[in-house]
């Protein structure tokens, strides 16, 4: 369980893919949406989002074999956003949550790593899309 109370589940592993992503450090994601995130993709409702989108962003190492082929590796965190605009205040509505490694180690001390280490990047770059980065580039005016 994360400080903030947001439980981790693999339920997302059944959910829609809304996104692929990968970064200079070699780590490859992808990004999860439940039913309610995909419908509000569906009918552009990102200002605000509604209470009870669910996002999760799992993120492997990425390897690649002799012949070129890329591929995820091992498995290194999945991190969580759970709409729901009375509980999460503090970070615009979002509930953030990040599960480390095999163990699934939660990140952050105590509630407010949110409010520190998650919700000042998004602020700062996703406010357009709702603090949520990953929707469609079409619909996206931070492209
Ligand atoms: C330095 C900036 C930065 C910080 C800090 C940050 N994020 Fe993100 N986050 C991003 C970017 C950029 C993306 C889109 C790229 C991607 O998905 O790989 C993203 C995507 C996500 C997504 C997928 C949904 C979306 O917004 O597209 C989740 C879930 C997420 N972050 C959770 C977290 C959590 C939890 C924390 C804190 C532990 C956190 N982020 C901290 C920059 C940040």
């Known amino acids: 369980m994360s400080p903030n109370g947001i439980v981790y589940s693999d339920a997302f592993k059944s959910w829609k893919v809304i996104s692929m992503s990968t970064l200079y450090d070699k780590s490859m994601r992808v990004i999860y ?29 990425q390897i690649e074999n002799q012949y070129g082929e890329v591929r995820p590796g091992k498995f290194i965190n999945a991190q969580f956003m759970v709409k729901d605009a009375a509980k999460y205040k503090d970070t615009e509505g979002w509930g953030f949550a ?33 603090f949520l980065f990953n929707v469609p580039l079409a619909l996206n005016p931070a492209k």
């Open 98 to 130: 990040k599960f480390n490694g095999d163990n699934l180690t939660p990140t952050g001390k105590n509630a407010q790593f949110a409010v520190t280490s998650c919700i000042s990047c998004h602020r700062q770059l996703a406010k357009p899309t709702g």
């Open 33 to 61: 949406g439940n039913d309610i995130a995909v419908k509000a993709i569906g009918d552009e409702q990102f200002q605000p989002w509604p209470d009870g989108a669910v996002v999760v962003k799992a993120v492997w190492e």
